[in-house]
């Protein structure tokens, strides 16, 4: 190539770097392979910097930028001088040496005019802001858009306007950034600068998370990490604004192991750059928000280092109040850690800093405990501001600082509606929210205003208003507008694929390459759905306010029990005729550990592990439960019909093991109202029945060949026929149906329990797809009514996914029952439902008729009635 036609092509390697990096390198080297002159080289080692830099190798980019400065120099143009010289200082300055980096940048910009100002003021403007200093970086980038303008250069006021726009996020004056989002959006598109578009569709996320639009946040990360690999460039603050994102809607562990991968790679690097340092400060948060105590800490010392040397105080005032919060949960309360919080909320709220609500609202707390009413009050005044400012997740935040700070006044009934009103917002916000994931997750503050009112009406040992306040929030949690996914033919595609997968896995062994393609597929599924926002007519609030009146009115012949964990401390609430009593049972944690033991003895008899006297073992398991379930409540009980609604962490009692529940058809509820809601669910006009038998079930198909018999006409799919598809379509709007397969839940992922099928797991994400669920529902398979806690009264499992799509009752295992005994009792209880039997009579009358066998004993004693 001609020496004029290496400069011709060395002139387009700049705009190639940050629109087709791989492109560029590879064009970078073939103009340095040749016989370059020195300005032409200069731009190659430039480019190549460049990319090196955007994907992290921040030392690599300095060396090529050294080398492309001295080149520069050789060409004796001065403008090529100034614009490597300010690419190193930009790069430098991300590196963590700001200083130096600034140094360069401030020099390049004394050499240039024109144009090239209005590009080294872009580079320091872009410095500015990662460094915290706003108000500095929108004057540069308000004159360098101005002189980029002015020259007609479209790509570099693009760039301009797109770091302006970050800054005016980070200020919180949204129109301002969304106007310079647009025109930049316009730009880039006119000029095809590929990775520009891709960083402003991530940008994008940014201000649908400002919004308080986390799927939509979440589905713009998704598309620019598609583009970043397209481009095949990493780009590590994707990763910091997914943790954010991930750490709003409550998914924290998912968020530790997210950011934990991206900064393990850093620090392979050694890598000592800004966006480590900032990187290091999300996972940082990200241990903080999971319990991780130790990690958080570790996490923010090395953050909080990393941030001083760089001088950028603004984050390391946000490192340092992780700092704080991680001793504080670790149950440090000291009048020095109190100051210490007092005077950081104060830096953050004059740096305007997103932590700023959540720094008073621990200075608040700190000040109370510490005897100093004032500080408190002024501290939580402060975080109670934002009850009514900022995106709606954290409004819910803004009313538990209004909460305490009235309970600091001693003003009850004040206390008592802020509690209110912050679960109102804490359901506005899972409302918003599609996945059921995402809305488990989603319960934050809601579960702690819930807990400040329920501790007051223990204190005032009022039943009523603790009735009243427990069923305050588990009504919200589950009077959200149903999950309907549009017909989306890849997630449908993701599904099949991955019921495929688990097929060959269980044909072929566990392979890494399979299980490899699994977790794929399972991350494309969750991605999806979570993208997934609630129409704006279902988003509307609805009246979720606890009606305790209509609660007494509604149970007919039913008593209530209603259990609440108030401070680890168990009381049970019973509703007998229209008498509303409260008792305390005791701990929390003896109530779990007794249920283990229950449950491990269940399994064990499941498996045909018979020991001596297995029947009065049963009954002392039962009579334990009940005293640490009950207590005193138990005597409030007689044989009538009793609906239980238990916390989270006790949704899988075996309850008709407990004797005073023995003699009694019982059901269960994650909530009162939410039963009393059940039961006005319309029933089909058409009163189809659908009985499904997967694979590999001994006597499945006698089994189902007999409950047949009880529903002339019924779909029966069985032999090959039980595919997701026929399965799905039989469900969809059945009054009835009966699924008899062997079941899987997964703890770790709870959507992805299954139920097998004759083309593999039919998983909840499965289930809803549909339009409407079954009416009433029998799962005789492994563990099908059991579920994942998350908080105190949130779960994912059958009874999250099924109950919004209009299932009224649901009969389900809580532990993994033998085949040939449930077979029998499932005829049994068929039988009594065709009798007009409710869920609960039908399996009373079903588990009295089992006789004194063991085995048969436990798989009756291991099916729950979930609903009506």
Known sequence: MSAGGV??????????????????????????????DPRSASIAHQARAIVSRDNGRQDEAVAELRLALRLAKRSEEPERVADVQATLGLTLGLGGKPKEGLAALDQAIAKSRGVAAGRGLTRRGYLLRVVGRYDEALGDLRQAITLLRRGGDQVWEARARTHRFLVYAAMGQAAHADRDLVVAERLSAATGQELESAMLVHNRADVAFQAGDLPAALGFLDAAAARYAALQTEWTSLEIDRCTVLLAAGLATEAVSATEHVLQDHLRRRSKGAETAELMFAAARAALAAGRLDLAAERAVAAAELFRRQDRQGWLARATFVMLQAQYDAGQHSARLSTKAGRLADQL?????????????????????????????????????FRHRGPTFGHAAGWLAQALRAEGRGATAATLIACRHGLEAAADHQRSLAAPELRAHAAGYGIELAALAQRHAVRRNDARMLLRWSEQWRASALALPPVRPPDDPELAADLAALRDVARRLDADGDTDRLRLERSRLESSIRARTRRLGTRESDARRRDTTADVGAVVDGLGDHRLVELAAVDGRLYAITVVGRRVRMHSVGPVDTAVRELELTLFMLRRLAHGRVPPGALERLDIAGLRLQQVLLGPAADDLDDGPVLVVPPAALHAVPWAMLPALRSSPVVVAPSASVWL????????????????????????????????????????????????????????????????????????????????????????????????????????????????????????????????????????????????TTAALMVDFHQQLRDRASFGVALHEARSNVGDDPVAVATALSFVALGR
């Open 7 to 36: 400069q011709v092509a060395a002139d387009y390697l700049l705009p190639l770097a940050v629109s087709r990096p791989a492109e560029a390198v590879a064009a970078a080297g073939t103009v340095l392979e040749g016989t370059p």
């Open 677 to 820: 809601r059940a039961g006005q669910l319309p029933v089909p006009r058409h009163r189809r029945v659908a009985l499904v038998v997967g694979p590999g079930l001994d006597g499945g198909r006698s089994e189902m060949k007999e409950i047949g018999r009880e529903y002339p006409g019924s779909v029966v799919l069985t032999d090959g026929q039980a595919t997701a598809d026929n399965t799905l379509t039989a469900l969809d709007g059945a009054w009835t149906a009966h699924i008899a397969a062997h079941g899987l839940f997964r703890r770790d992922n709870p959507l992805f329990s299954a139920i097998a099928l004759d083309d593999g797991p039919l998983t909840l994400y499965d289930l809803g797809r549909l339009r409407r669920a079954p009416l009433r529902l029998v799962l005789s398979s492994c563990e099908s009514g059991v579920a994942a806690p998350i908080g105190a009264d949130e779960l994912l499992g059958a009874v999250s996914a099924l109950v919004p799509l209009g299932t009224a009752s649901l009969l389900a295992s809580v532990v993994p029952v033998n085949d040939k």
């Open 349 to 385: 709220d004059e740096l305007n800093a997103s932590e700023a609500p959540a720094a008073h609202l621990l200075a608040g707390r700190l000040a109370a405990a510490d005897g100093q009413p004032d500080d408190a009050d002024r501290h939580l005044a402060r975080a109670a501001r």
